[in-house]
């Protein structure tokens, strides 16, 4: 990160700047992702050993939490980027041999990028029984038909692949109608609409809608199979949190520090900022606030590595709620200090609260999170025979 991540953040932006596309794909990241493989640092988040340097869940929580302090560059430099991550997983577990040859070594390799095509814009995507694209079968194949917004990483160079979660069989149960698909993004009847801004902002690699007409697609190509679409979702998400929260922390460290190095280096009526008692109490308010969340993000980490995903499920909930939540107040309180400059792209501030801001909204917003915490709460205390923490007495 010292000797060759954060110098290369300026001459990111200034490639970027010369080439006049938002979605240019820069030589500087070829010479990062060069020099990290070079390393060992490569696809560190593969918990299979197979595939990658298989490292626990909790073994590659700091690590990406050291990445997240530059996350333009860092997680893609490392191939370690969503939702590439998310999906190499995806065909690890649930891909067929040809889809690992296909598709699965070059995303290993970083020659590819993909996108995961799930939320749509004209239903509630939040509660996933809502999904509408059509799969429907014709012999040996399946005919899509729908539109999806929000497919990160679509817009990328170098992207090749999407995985496309739709709707197979409508009359099944209601977690049992979706199911998941590997389809190339160059595939007749896709058309890209759109990009997405996010607060203004058009990320280099892009959140696209896109339309599925008459897209025909090999039945060979279907995910573990029909109504299996929930089944993949959990066990896709559950990993990929741990890798937000940890990147907003570093991204909450980051912030701190620029808040402090501001701090110390701006007078305002005869005294630095620093000796101010208010901007004193959000530094300490911040340190409190990272070592609270860093630590509950390792323990639903552990729980993962040691008891499984289902039995972490309150923890993954949690950390997906209290990680962006903290690190945007410690990114507004840094915004703050830096004045009007924080406001600008002079420094990384301003961006990073609006990728923090719509990490409260991605993978499900917080109060579906809430809600699910609640649930699983009542139902502890709603068993037969378990006794009050008030009063002994049973419920």
Same mark, same amino acid.
């Given at each position: 990160m010292d000797e060759w991540v954060y110098p290369a953040e300026a001459v990111y932006e200034r490639q970027m700047l010369e080439s006049a596309d938002p979605h240019h794909h820069p030589a500087v990241m070829e010479e990062l992702k060069a020099e990290a493989r070079r390393r060992g640092l490569w696809n560190?988040?593969?918990?299979?050993?197979?595939?990658?340097?298989?490292?626990t869940n909790l073994e590659y929580a700091p690590l990406a939490e050291i990445m997240g302090r530059s996350v333009h560059l860092a997680p893609e430099a490392c191939n370690c980027s969503a939702p590439d991550t998310g999906n190499m997983e995806v065909l690890t577990l649930f891909g067929t041999d040809e889809h690992k040859e296909k598709y699965l070594r070059p995303l290993l390799d970083g020659t590819i990028r993909s996108a995961f095509a799930m939320t749509e814009p004209d239903v509630a995507s939040s509660d996933a029984t809502n999904i509408q694209l059509r799969m429907d079968r014709d012999?040996?194949?399946y005919v899509l038909n729908g539109r999806k917004w929000f497919a990160s990483n679509a817009m990328h160079k170098n992207c090749a692949v999407l995985i496309v979660m739709g709707k197979t069989d409508p009359d099944a149960p209601a977690h049992r109608q979706q199911s998941m698909m590997v389809v190339p993004i160059d595939a007749p009847g896709i058309s890209l609409v759109r990009n997405l801004p996010v607060f203004g902002y058009t990320d280099r690699e892009g959140h696209a809608e896109i339309e599925f007409t008459d897209v025909r697609v090999p039945a060979r190509d279907l995910l573990k199979g029909e109504g299996e679409g929930f089944a993949i979702s959990q066990a896709r998400l559950g990993p990929g949190r741990i890798h937000h929260c940890m990147r907003a922390i570093g991204m909450a460290e980051r912030a701190l520090e620029m808040l402090c190095q501001r701090a110390d280096s701006r007078v305002t009526f005869g005294a630095p900022l620093s000796e101010r008692a208010n901007i004193q109490d959000w530094i300490a308010?911040?340190?409190? %606030?990272?070592?609270?969340?860093?630590?509950? +993000?390792?323990?639903? @980490?552990w729980?993962?590595?040691?008891?499984?995903?289902? %039995? *972490?499920? +309150?923890?993954?909930?949690?950390?997906?709620? @209290? *990680?962006?939540?903290?690190?945007? %107040?410690?990114?507004?309180?840094?915004?703050?200090?830096?004045?009007?400059?924080?406001?600008?792209d002079d420094f990384p501030l301003a961006s990073a609260w609006a990728h923090l801001r719509t990490l409260r909204l991605a993978d499900g917003p917080d109060e579906v999170h809430k809600r699910a915490i609640a649930l699983w709460e009542l139902r502890k205390h709603r068993e037969p025979g378990m006794t009050s923490a008030w009063t002994g007495s049973r419920p």
């Open positions: 560190l988040f593969h918990p299979h050993p197979e595939w990658g340097p298989g490292l012999g040996d194949e308010e911040a340190r409190i %606030e990272i070592e609270m969340t860093r630590l509950l +993000t390792l323990k639903a @980490a729980m993962m590595d040691t008891v499984g995903n289902k %039995e *972490a499920r +309150t923890e993954i909930a949690a950390i997906k709620i @209290a *990680a962006p939540r903290m690190a945007l %107040e410690i990114v507004d309180r840094a915004i703050q200090v830096h004045g009007g400059g924080g406001v600008t």
